[in-house]
């Protein structure tokens, strides 16, 4: 049954992809979609490595702040962030990025508790810098097409950014909170003399510890700074791909430019919380790319042609250095247990 329904999910995923490539090319673009792959300068490629990496290098500085008191050598936690970007995009939903927690628990013997209070507030981290840099390219980018009010979307963005920050501020509380309902439950329920009760609960009390520690540690600014930069760079890298595909030719650095990518980067990669998607996103991707695109006025074709290049690229580079981090990261050790 289980077989059954993991073919029927990939039947469906990859039906969706075949359909939104057909939407999106024809058979004349397939010379089109070469030119522009092969069409991409190797300085601009050079630079998107450059900026890609600069990107993982302050995610692994967020992450190893999160991580403290826990010491975990910068080597260790650039590679896990590598191994962590490899997989974060092969799955619905984004169920990849787990495997930050998986290789630093099984691979490191990091404590359970610390490893979720990183990986929660980075992601808490993460929304609360998109509202800042959608607004930036509200001022900087203009539309061919009707858009929702400016005050609708600045008013939806100053409320993602509340309500992000003030799970933030009061996520020990909220811990807390849960903890006293889970021994309200356990007395109510009788469980609390079971010995998974006893597991849970425990792993509970660690929980909150460690997010009332990091709360004292008083670093909540730098993270905030560090995760902008972690943004910043992400766009940066994908930038180059862009400028090289269809800005180039204008310059690289264009601020209208930058703003419609960011607003393009942003619709695609929400597309991981479908249901259903193929092995890398692509067609889902793609699709969400070309519709904010050609809000802007690009053609339907040469903004699925940019979207699928930039997507390509992106993989390429992100597959290719984690593969090569899964394999020192994973691999001896995989080695070392099977010996035993």
């Known amino acids: 049954m289980k077989n059954t329904k993991k073919y029927i999910s990939i039947l469906v995923s990859l039906s969706i992809t ?10 004349s673009d397939i010379e089109k979609i070469k030119q522009t792959m092969l069409g991409v300068k190797p300085w601009h490629l050079l630079l998107y490595a450059l900026f890609s990496l600069s990107n993982v290098f302050f995610r692994s500085f967020r992450y190893k702040l999160l991580l403290e008191p826990v010491k975990i050598p910068w080597v260790t936690i650039f590679g896990v962030t590598l191994v962590r970007n490899l997989f974060v995009d092969m799955f619905p939903a984004k169920l990849g990025a787990f495997s930050y927690i998986a290789l630093l628990k099984e691979r490191y013997k990091v404590a359970m508790n610390a490893c979720l209070v990183s990986f929660f507030y980075s992601f808490l ?11 930036f390219s509200m001022m900087t980018v203009t539309f061919d ?4 009010s400016p005050v609708f979307m600045v008013g939806g963005a100053m409320i993602i950014i509340l309500f992000s920050l003030l799970i933030i501020i009061f996520l020990d509380k909220i811990i807390k909170m849960g903890n006293h309902l889970l021994l309200w439950a356990g007395n109510k329920f009788t469980l609390k003399n079971k010995r998974h009760f006893i597991v849970l609960a425990g792993k509970a009390d660690e929980l909150q510890n460690a997010v009332m520690n990091l709360r004292k540690s008083g670093i909540m600014i730098k993270v905030f700074f560090i995760s902008l930069l972690v943004r910043f760079f992400k766009y940066l890298g994908l930038y180059c791909l862009f400028a090289s595909v269809y800005a180039g030719a204008r310059g690289l650095f264009n601020l209208e430019h930058f703003g419609q990518l960011i607003f393009g980067i942003t619709a695609a990669d929400i597309t991981p919380l479908l249901p259903f998607q ?7 991707w793609e699709t969400a790319w070309s519709i904010v695109l050609m809000l802007f006025g690009y053609p339907k074709s040469d903004a699925a042609v940019v979207g699928l290049t930039i997507h390509a690229y992106s993989q390429i580079w992100e597959y290719f250095i984690g ?6 990261i994973i691999v001896p050790f995989v080695i070392k247990k099977r010996k035993k």
């Open 18 to 27: 075949v359909v939104l490539f057909l939407y999106l090319f024809n058979a």
């Open 125 to 135: 981290f993460d929304i609360v810098t998109l509202p800042p840099f959608l607004m």
């Open 145 to 148: 097409q009707q858009m929702p």
């Open 278 to 284: 193929a092995f890398g996103g692509y067609g889902t």
């Open 323 to 328: 593969f090569i981090a899964f394999c020192v």
